[in-house]
């Protein structure tokens, strides 16, 4: 069974940077398509990055241009570069899994990691 755990959540001013990981264990992590996903206090949960398995990546208007998605296949691991953070990034963050390679097809969910960003 696929198990995936956040890390890296966390208190940060306006501009500043975090960088998120996903722990990936109980499948062939070079198999799956990884995403980030975010969920805002009253707001519905969004796709913030995709990366597949053939390199190819999809970031949200929102972000693009200020987080980098990125895996370490040897490591296990996604990653999430979030840089010239803003207030309205505060959500939490959620890491998903699937062998399909559709935006909404998600099979396996972490648990999630707060990051909040004062103005």
């Known amino acids: 069974q696929v198990q995936l755990v956040e890390s890296g959540g966390g208190l940060v001013q306006a501009g500043g940077s975090l960088r998120l990981s996903c722990a990936f264990s109980g499948g062939i992590f070079n198999r799956y398509k990884m995403s980030w996903f975010r969920q805002a206090p009253g707001k519905e949960r969004e796709v913030v990055a995709i990366?597949?398995?053939?390199?190819?990546?999809y970031y949200s208007a929102s972000v693009k241009g200020r987080f980098i998605i990125s895996r370490d296949n040897a490591k296990n691991t996604l990653y999430l570069q979030m840089d010239s953070l803003k207030s309205e990034d505060t959500a939490v963050y959620y890491c998903?899994?699937?062998?399909?390679?559709?935006?909404?097809?998600?099979?396996?969910w972490g648990q999630g990691t707060q990051v909040t960003v004062s103005s």
């Open positions: 990366t597949w398995i053939d390199g190819g990546t």
């Open positions: 998903a899994a699937s062998l399909r390679p559709g935006v909404s097809e998600n099979d396996y």
